[in-house]
DNA sequence: GGCATATTCAACCGAAAGGTTGACGATTGC
DNA sequence: GCAATCGTCAACCTTTCGGTTGAATATGCC
């Protein structure tokens, strides 16, 4: 995989890893306080941090006996980058593109889902 | 895989399906012409194709014998806002999105100088 | 030292991803 | 009508994914 985007896109897909992420917002964790909430096995968990720290958009340091991880948003800025450009499709439109930022950040709350492209 | 979101990272964590998001970005496109820049076989990007539809990136119209495909961004926005609300980082900035651009643009170029389908 | 705690490793498993090939159903054009 | 074209389907293969379990490796505590 050398594009980062395969992995960082790839741990994305994974309901677990996001929820995961969606924690580690609110605060740093250990491995341990990470996986309290899910019903998988404590090494299950511990692969999917492997993956969200391959990924760039984890990072975890060892202190004593406990490892914390820690969000890191980079990761998420470059994949974030990647999907903007979709948005609008003037790919040089600078005015454009902040624009619909700020509709999009407005918009950030209701998450509305679209599905069957069919019609 | 019930949350829209996992189907659509799973796509876009192909670097096949992001190049062909890329190429649509363009142009509608038949199967065929979308085909002809990769090297595998045309059931395989017909097999992407179908992963893209489903996870509303695409629709696919059939007039024919011909399918076309068609970018579907909305499909992409839901995935961004995910990642916006999530984002502890300052609203994308526009420097970084320069960037990218420059580097997708030069990276898509020598892949579409086969045949340049859909130009 | 000895034991509990924190985390990973290793081996294994079933299912899904991503590819191939060959046959097949439509559609078009001569 | 018949052959070529467009695209998918079906079967198959190999690799990866996401999970399990049990053992192993630190580390902290008394």
Redesign the interface.
């Known amino acids: 995989m050398a ?1 980062p ?2 992995s960082v ?2 741990a ?4 677990t890893r ?1 929820a995961i ?2 924690m580690l ?1 609110e605060d740093d964790m250990a491995v341990t306080d990470v996986a309290a909430p899910f019903e998988m096995s404590l090494a299950a968990v511990s692969k999917h941090l492997t993956i969200l720290t391959r990924a760039g958009l984890i990072s975890q340091e060892r202190r004593g006996r406990v490892k914390w991880c820690k ?1 890191e ?2 990761a ?12 609008q ?1 003037e ?2 439109n ?1 005015e454009a ?2 624009r619909f ?1 700020k509709v ?2 407005s ?3 209701p ?8 019609a």
Do not use: C, I, N, Y
């Open positions: 594009d985007l395969d896109f790839a994305l897909a994974d309901p996001r992420l969606t917002l969000l948003p980079d998420l800025r470059t994949a974030s980058v990647w999907m903007q450009s979709f948005g499709f790919p040089v600078l593109f902040e930022l999009e950040l918009e950030a709350e998450m509305e889902t679209k599905d069957a492209p069919g």
